[in-house]
């Protein structure tokens, strides 16, 4: 395995759509406050930059589910770790690296709605359509992908290469 020589999204791009995302959402929840639900553990860097960004009150916290071994999605979904935040009445905001097959989104969609939350909607940092096999759709996409493995900005393989600023294609050789 190895990484495209340039990157898929360089980092200039991704702060730039990380701002817009921030003031999008800024807008759209006026005066509300929100809970940012990260997606553990690939959201950790866009979470934060897109905390960091919005101009409204908003608390973080996380969750973690697992649905992937390795390159290959395995369609079950087990959670590790449950937000502490009480989620009734709240706006939640889902915070996702990545949405792929949809399946990790839809459970965490399904967990939160049944907490009583004032709303949630979904946003994810990459967006691979063609490989959905559920209905879920996010309220906000970074940038939509083709069907390739990318690490980078908070993404792994096998836990690497999380610390890059920027994201890459995971090439084959
Ligand atoms: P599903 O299929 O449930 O998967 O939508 C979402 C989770 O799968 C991981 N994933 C990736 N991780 N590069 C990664 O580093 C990828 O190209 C990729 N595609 C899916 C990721 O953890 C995501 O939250
Ligand atoms: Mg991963």
Redesign the pocket.
């Known amino acids: 395995m190895r990484l495209s020589d340039t990157p898929l999204i360089d980092a200039v791009r991704i702060a730039a759509r990380v701002r817009q995302l921030a003031n999008e959402i800024s807008a759209d929840y006026a005066q509300s406050e929100i809970v940012l639900l990260t ?1 553990l ?3 950790f860097l866009f979470a934060a930059d897109l905390l960091r960004a919005l101009s409204i009150g908003a608390t973080i916290d996380f969750v973690q ?4 071994d390795g ?1 290959n ?1 395995t369609g079950e ?1 087990h959670f590790l770790y449950l937000p502490e935040t009480a989620i009734a009445g709240k706006h939640v905001l889902i915070v ?12 965490i969609l399904e967990h939160i709605a049944a907490l009583g939350p004032a709303s949630v909607r979904l946003c994810a940092l ?1 967006d ?1 359509p063609a ?4 209905a ?1 759709s996010a309220d906000y996409v970074g940038f939509p ?1 083709g069907d ?4 980078g900005y ?4 096998e836990e690497r ?1 999380r610390e890059l600023p920027a994201v890459y294609t ?1 090439l084959s050789e």
């Open positions: 997606v553990k690939g959201s589910a697992r649905s992937y390159t999605s979904v996702e690296d990545i949405l792929d097959t949809g399946r990790t989104a839809a459970a990459l691979k490989r959905r096999v559920t879920v992908i390739e493995f990318v690490v908070g993404l792994d393989y290469y995971l």
